[in-house]
């Protein structure tokens, strides 16, 4: 067996693209990239930690950033060593060409390998149980979808439990039961505890349809026993880092599910993860879900045991007002599966006849318009963090004066799109966040960062009344929003049906704005 096939080494260097063209982090981010940074540069200094002076709606676990730090902690001294600039530590000794790349990179490519890895091994079961053909369709899936790819490198909850979801389908697919359980227990009542939803329909299934391969009773015990494990481990941990007792998904439970607020942070239809989110994150693969459910008969079971736990749990978790496409990302490689057993039969058959070497073509082609909607995705999303951006320049424009006591203040929509304490490069600079400050307070500021939803800068800059005491340094543009419109044809093909062909477009606004103080 190959130690990595063609594909899985195009996943590869699709996720170290994604990290490459959108480095930097947003603010549902913010918890685990800014306890990443602590651990490795504060270590055991906990009064220097960003959760005790931002701690956010509800706490969430450091099990994740703890495991991240762990395999960067022994990077540092090297780094430090030769006093390279946090900001400058490269991500994995394989890629020093890409001298450029942060220690956030580093942190995210970690994050992503994980994930990554997890993948390989589900698509390897995947292989064993439909046929090779069926892996492969289903790594090219993923590689042509946009989310996935992004999502794993992000140091989000989901993504950390992405991994151990991956795991435990893996071993349910191989009739690991006791394996699996462990794994899945882990994942809930550590990271994401609506995976509920999601293991409690495909352990159901498991049951059911193989009674003799599994012990009910004693996969109850093991979960159990990982409950107990997992929670004791949970709260040792997060109660020290939090300086209180505490059991942080049990706070999420009570804040998201008892009291239902997180409903507060946007409402959306019922039906909006089924015809929003998941055509979204598939593209058009969308529409051959149900296809690869009706052809393969042989494992069908296999097939069942997948995706409908998956139907289950997008379907159940619709019920929750506040939806965000990240929050059912784990049904993604689940219905993929269904997918590429389609791709897969359809590219056997191709041979039999001209038909179906015609719906081989038609299945390379939404490849293609997968990987092409890929690109614009991303491309978009490399213009998304405009603070991050901000930051850096200034930085760099004032490369020299880093030893210089220079107060930065950074408003909560820079600090929220793009800006994280991988971003602050110099011991000497003071990088402010406090909200809410009086007008007489700017004054101190040698910088200030003001950003802008709507791009309206010049109206947030006179409505704090920055302009008496600052004046403008440089502005940061970024995506605003998409269009179709249009393309410029020739007029020997500005005919029917291409001058009505429509294409994707983006526009951009001016959202963050440098100020500079006058005396200066």
Same mark, same amino acid.
């Given at each position: ?334 219905? !993929? ?156 093909? !500005? ?26």
């Amino acid at each position: 067996m190959e130690i990595l096939y063609e594909t899985e080494l195009l996943l590869l260097f699709g996720l170290v693209g994604q990290i490459i063209f959108a480095p930097f982090t947003k603010v549902e981010e913010s918890f685990n990239v800014q306890a990443i940074h602590d651990m490795v540069y504060h270590r055991m200094n906990l009064t220097q930690y960003d959760h005790l002076e931002f701690p956010g709606v509800v706490p969430r676990t450091f099990a994740g950033p703890f495991s991240i730090a762990s395999v960067l902690l022994p990077f540092a001294p090297f780094f430090a060593f030769f006093s390279v600039e946090k900001y400058w530590m490269l991500f994995l000794g394989i890629f020093f060409c890409f001298s450029f790349i942060t220690s956030l990179f580093f942190a995210r490519f970690f994050l992503g390998l994980a994930v990554l890895l997890r993948f390989f091994g589900f698509v390897r079961s995947i292989e064993y149980k439909f046929g090779h053909n069926v892996g492969t369709f289903l790594r090219l899936l993923i590689f042509s979808q946009f989310h996935f790819l992004f999502y794993a490198s992000r140091p989000l909850p989901n993504t950390f439990a992405m991994a151990l979801v991956l795991l435990v389908f893996q071993k349910l697919l191989d009739f690991r039961f006791l394996h699996a359980a462990v794994f899945a227990t882990v994942a809930t009542f550590l990271f994401r505890f609506e995976l509920l939803l999601l293991f409690g329909p495909a352990f159901l299934f498991a049951f059911a349809v193989y009674w003799r391969h599994i012990s009910v009773l004693k996969t109850f015990l093991v979960g159990f026993c990982s409950l107990i494990i997992a929670l004791i481990l949970s709260v040792l941990l997060d109660s020290l880092m939090w300086r209180r007792w505490v059991w942080p998904e049990g706070e999420v439970i009570r804040f998201n599910v008892w009291h239902n607020r997180s409903s507060e942070y946007g409402v959306l239809p019922f039906w909006w993860y089924f015809f929003s989110a998941l055509p979204r994150a598939m593209f058009l693969s969308v529409f051959l879900v149900p296809f690869g459910l009706l052809i393969h008969q042989r494992v069908q079971f296999a097939l069942v045991s997948l995706c409908l736990p998956a139907f289950l749990f997008v379907f159940l978790f619709s019920f929750l007002p506040h939806k965000e496409l990240r929050f059912i990302l784990y049904a993604v490689p689940l219905f !993929n599966t269904s997918v590429a057993v389609f791709c897969a039969w359809i590219w056997k058959k191709a041979r039999d006849s001209w038909f179906f070497r015609f719906c081989a073509f038609l299945v390379a082609l939404h490849l293609l318009v997968n990987a092409i909607f890929t690109v614009s995705f991303v491309y978009a999303s490399a213009q998304n963090y405009p603070g991050g951006v901000a930051l850096l320049k200034l930085q760099h424009k004032h490369r020299f004066l880093r030893d210089k006591p220079i107060a930065v203040h950074i408003d909560q929509f820079s600090a929220e799109t793009g800006i994280s304490r991988f971003l602050h490069l110099y011991d000497a600079w003071e990088y402010n966040k406090t909200e809410n400050l009086a007008q007489e307070e700017f004054g101190r500021f040698d910088y200030i960062l003001v950003g802008n939803y709507d791009g309206r800068l010049r109206a947030e800059m006179t409505k704090n009344n920055l302009n008496e005491t600052h004046t403008k340094h440089f502005i940061v543009k970024a995506f605003h929003k998409q269009f179709w419109k249009k393309p410029i044809l020739p007029n020997w093909l !500005n005919w029917s049906p291409l001058n009505k062909l429509q294409v994707p477009a983006y526009s951009y606004k001016p959202k963050v704005m440098v100020m500079k103080r006058k005396d200066e």
